[in-house]
C-alpha cells in the first residue's frame, strides 16, 4: 500500500481495498487451517486505549501474536498522556521504540496528529468520527456472504456515528448502494457524506440519506446498526433512547427487507434496543462472522503497513 497509514477509508483505492481482501483471504485460509504465517517476526505493535474495546483489542493483540509479533496494551490512563503529555511527544517517543501504533481516541485529530509527528504506521482503532478497520471487515464479511459488493443494497439504520461515517467511505469506495435511516439530529457527518458522495460518483456508488428506516431497508441486502449511545454519549443515554425507539431492527423491520437479506451489527450490542434478540440470534444474523473477520482483515492490515 502508497501510504503509511490506515486513518480512513477515504485515503484507499479501490484496489488497495482488493488487496486487503485478497490477502485476507489467504491468511484466513492459513489461520484455519493451523499453518503458520509469521510475516512480522519481532515487529511490536502499540496499543493505545482512551476507551474501552473487546473486539479490536483482543483481533489486534491475538492478530499480531499470530503473525509472529508482540502487542502492547497501553491504557491512556497509565500513560503520560493522561498527564498533559502531548500527542505529538508520544508519537516521537513511541517510533524510536516500536513498529506501529493503533490508537482507539475521542478525538480524530489524535489520530491525525499521531501519524503527523510519528514516523511508523499509525492505524485508527476507532475515533468519534471514524471506524475504518470495522467497516472494512464488514466490507469483506458482505464479500465473503453474498460474493461481491457492488450495486449490493445496504440499509444502515440507527444513529449518524463513526461507524456510519465510514460505512458512507465504505460504500462510496466499493459502488454499493447505502440508505442510511437516521432520525433528523443524528445524521451521519455532513462533510463526510459530502466527500463520500463525490467518490460515488467516480465509483458508482449511491449514497441516500433518509430518516425512515422501512423506507431504508427496502430491498436491501443487508441491514446494519449500532448502539444509540456511542461511547462519550452515555449521559444522553434516555433521551437517545426515546429518540431511537423506532429505529429498532427487529423481526417486523427485517421482513421488509429481501428475503436473504443478512443483518449486521458492530457490537457491542445494547439487546432489546438497537437489535431484538430474535433479531440478534436469528437466521439473518452474521454478526459473530462479522466479528471473526476483524482478526483476519486487521491482520492483512498489519502486514500491509508494518511488512517489508
Ligand atoms: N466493534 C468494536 O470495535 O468492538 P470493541 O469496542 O469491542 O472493540
Ligand atoms: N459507535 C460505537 C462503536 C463501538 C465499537 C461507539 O463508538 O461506541
Known amino acids: 500500500m502508497k501510504h503509511k497509514d490506515l486513518i480512513s477509508i477515504v485515503d484507499l483505492t479501490p484496489k488497495e481495498i482488493n488487496q486487503i481482501f485478497k490477502l485476507t483471504k489467504k491468511l484466513k485460509k492459513l489461520h484455519k487451517k493451523r499453518k503458520d504465517h509469521l510475516l512480522l517476526l519481532d515487529k511490536t ?40 503529555e502531548t500527542i505529538k511527544d508520544t508519537a516521537m517517543t513511541l517510533s524510536r521504540y516500536v513498529d506501529g501504533i493503533m490508537i482507539r481516541t475521542y478525538d480524530h485529530q489524535d489520530v491525525e496528529d499521531l501519524a503527523k509527528y510519528g514516523t511508523i504506521p499509525v492505524i485508527n482503532g476507532l475515533s468519534d468520527l471514524l471506524h475504518p478497520c470495522q467497516v472494512l471487515s464488514d466490507l469483506y464479511t458482505i464479500k465473503e456472504k453474498k460474493g461481491r459488493l457492488k450495486k449490493l443494497k445496504v440499509a444502515y439504520v440507527g444513529d449518524g456515528n463513526n461507524v456510519a461515517n465510514s460505512w ?25 457524506v459530502k466527500r463520500a458522495s463525490g467518490e460515488a460518483m467516480i465509483s458508482g456508488a ?13 430491498d436491501a441486502d443487508v441491514i446494519y446498526t449500532d448502539v444509540w449511545s456511542s461511547m462519550g454519549k452515555e449521559g444522553e443515554e434516555a433521551e437517545r433512547r426515546s429518540i431511537f ?27 432489546g434496543e438497537e437489535i431484538t434478540d430474535g433479531v440478534m440470534d436469528g437466521p439473518h444474523s452474521v454478526v459473530f462472522d462479522q466479528a471473526e473477520n476483524r482478526l483476519h482483515v486487521q491482520k492483512a492490515i498489519l502486514v500491509l503497513l508494518l511488512g517489508k
Open 168 to 192: 458512507c467511505y465504505g460504500a462510496a469506495k466499493t459502488g454499493m448502494e447505502l440508505s442510511l435511516a437516521c432520525p433528523s439530529r443524528h445524521q451521519p457527518n455532513e462533510e463526510v
Open 45 to 84: 505493535l502499540a496499543m493505545i486505549f482512551q476507551k474501552p474495546s473487546t473486539r479490536t483489542r483482543v483481533s489486534f493483540e491475538a492478530g499480531m501474536y499470530h503473525l509472529g509479533g508482540y502487542a502492547l496494551f497501553l491504557s491512556a490512563q497509565d500513560l503520560q498522556l493522561r498527564r498533559g
Open 245 to 271: 425507539y423506532p429505529y429498532q431492527v427487529n423481526e417486523e423491520l427485517v421482513s421488509k427487507a429481501k428475503k436473504d437479506v443478512i443483518v449486521m451489527h458492530c457490537l457491542p450490542a445494547h439487546r
Open 206 to 218: 449511491k449514497i441516500n440519506i433518509l430518516e425512515n428506516p422501512s423506507e431504508a431497508v427496502k
